[in-house]
């Protein structure tokens, strides 16, 4: 596997947002000692969201994981990398502080491994990247894992009840109980599928499913372990089934300040502007003010993990976006492809970089699930990880191969003006034109003035040597904003309680605790 030879550096607040989270959880230990007697809060006054918004804990903060209540001390010692909702209170304009009044951390699984390639719990897809916190896992690796063991996952699910794991715990224990989610299929009489995992929930009664329990239907499913499972069983011994909103769970009534972390699940075609998308049960607006971090409007794609961040109306569940950044660099290549560069079912090399299917990998024309049968212009879409792997989040036939009209997207590793070097690959551009990232002309001098180690760029309309990893770009275009524009405030109720759906990337220690916390 192909791995960025130079180091990816922080720069502004858009890259910062990326990396950073992932700093922290690298340098923070996954589970931490609290001395005995002393309440986590005392040392920990604030839990952050995706590396940015940080949010007090009081002596009144609700702590739950899965609905049961957790002391402050069990959270500080294993709470990164959950997916949690924060409700906050007094919370500020950028959705960035405010008091947490309850923090709900939520697994999506809990059971056993029933496939190990690909991963899979209680037959659901699991993706773990280098972004995904292990917490006992084998060896931290989860090549080590094995059918049966024992897992609770936690992250953000698409429509097709395939998962993108923040956080994976191993027990070598058994489990009282394992937990199911996901979205309803082939439901009839007390029977369900989740994915391709059979439910048989004879003798319990849906809760809070208004209207009634029906395909489509999102649930969480609570079932004690069952002997004798495996992967082609009925999951049995079901206690409770409670259709849930995947995203804000009893929001408050009106407008909500919010940010909101997950996959995109639906995108129209064509793509309108200003755009719109679906995460799961919320759809999100833009408008001309919306700020992009991390990517563009056109890197809106089903799968691609996002935070939307602005105004959520409860009773239409439509959320206004002042911004939408994306959680992992977005990178993307199209050049000639080889068939002996396709591995079915795993991966594809394209200009010199390995590049891994998912379960999330949008392979419209096979060929990630059959392969090429003669060379052809493919365009890879994906993302970058943390430790430089890559993931294809869509693959798409581009016709006869064209040496003279390919094209490289990601973040740059080496700047030698007028030459680039973007995931591995040498970009000259002396002789090309210069995009801003509302794609207006600008000079060379103003681009190389905002591009730094990290920023995102693309070069379009390039010829490429495959044999020294060499493109000449036609144009050259900023794919996010170098200066980051001040926080400017839409024209909407003004909220001061608010919602924060995303991934706990860490606990600050900065400020001192009042009302008896020391």
């Known amino acids: 596997m192909n791995t960025m030879q130079e180091p990816i550096i922080m720069r502004c607040r858009s890259l910062a947002r990326w990396l950073l989270p992932i700093a922290m959880l690298i340098a923070a230990p996954a589970l931490a000692e609290t001395p005995a007697g002393i309440d986590a809060r005392a040392a920990t006054s604030a839990v952050t969201i995706n590396g940015i918004r940080n949010f007090n804990v009081t002596s009144g903060t609700s702590i739950t994981l899965d609905g049961n209540a957790m002391s402050a001390a069990q959270f500080a010692a294993g709470g990164r990398g959950f997916n949690a909702l924060v409700r906050i209170a007094n919370i500020d304009p950028s959705t960035t502080s405010g008091d947490a009044t309850q923090i709900e951390l939520r697994n999506l699984l809990k059971g056993p491994v029933t496939s190990v390639d690909p991963l899979k719990v209680l037959n659901q897809p699991i993706t773990v990247t280098g972004d995904t916190v292990l917490v006992d896992v084998p060896g931290n690796d989860p090549g080590q894992l094995s059918v049966g063991s024992l897992l609770e996952v936690s992250g953000y699910m698409d429509t097709s009840n395939t998962i993108v794991a923040a956080r994976v715990q191993f027990h070598a224990n058994p489990l009282d109980d394992w937990k199911l989610s996901g979205y309803v ?31 489509g239907s999102f649930v969480e499913i609570e079932a004690f372990a069952n002997a004798g499972y495996t992967a082609a069983s009925v999951l049995a011994q079901v206690f409770k089934l409670e259709c849930e909103d995947p995203n804000f769970s009893n929001p408050p009534p009106g407008t909500t300040q919010v940010s909101l972390e997950g996959l995109i699940t639906a995108v ?24 992009y971090r991390g990517g563009t409007a056109d890197d809106l794609a089903v799968g691609v993990r996002v935070e ?22 977005q990178v993307r290549f199209e050049a000639p492809v080889a068939p002996a560069a396709v591995t079915p079912g795993e991966s594809i090399t394209i200009m010199d970089n390995l590049v891994q299917f998912t379960a999330q990998t949008r392979d419209e024309d096979g060929i ?106 036609g144009t050259m275009e900023l794919e996010e904003d170098g200066i980051v ?34």
């Open 308 to 329: 939307a961040e602005g105004f959520y109306d409860a009773a239409t569940h439509l959320l206004t976006a002042r911004e939408v950044h994306f959680t992992q660099a």
């Open 268 to 291: 129209p075609n064509p793509l309108p502007t200003p755009a719109t998308f679906s995460m799961s049960s919320v759809d999100v607006v833009t408008t001309a003010q919306t700020e």
């Open 485 to 518: 524009s001040p926080t400017v405030q839409t024209e909407a109720p003004t909220a001061t309680n608010g919602l924060s759906r995303g991934t706990i990337t860490g606990f600050g220690a900065d400020k001192i605790f009042a009302n008896g916390f020391n």
């Open 368 to 473: 990630a699930a059959f392969g090429l049968g003669s060379t052809r212009q493919v365009e890879v879409r994906g993302l970058v990880d943390s430790e430089g792997n890559l993931f294809a989040t869509r693959i798409r036939d581009r016709g006869n191969a064209d040496i003279n009209d390919t094209r490289l997207r990601g973040p740059v590793s080496a700047i030698a003006q007028p030459e680039l070097t973007i995931l591995g690959n040498t970009v000259d551009t002396s002789s090309a034109v210069f995009r801003d990232h509302e794609n207006q002309p600008i000079s060379a001098a103003q681009f190389f003035a905002q591009v730094q180690i990290g920023t995102i760029v693309s070069a379009e309309d390039a010829t490429y040597n495959a044999a020294t990893h060499h493109l000449i770009a």
């Open 185 to 215: 299929a082939g439901l009839s009489g007390t029977t369900l599928a989740i994915g391709s995992q059979s439910v048989d929930f004879t003798g319990v009664t849906p809760l809070n499913c208004t209207p009634p329990l029906a395909n």
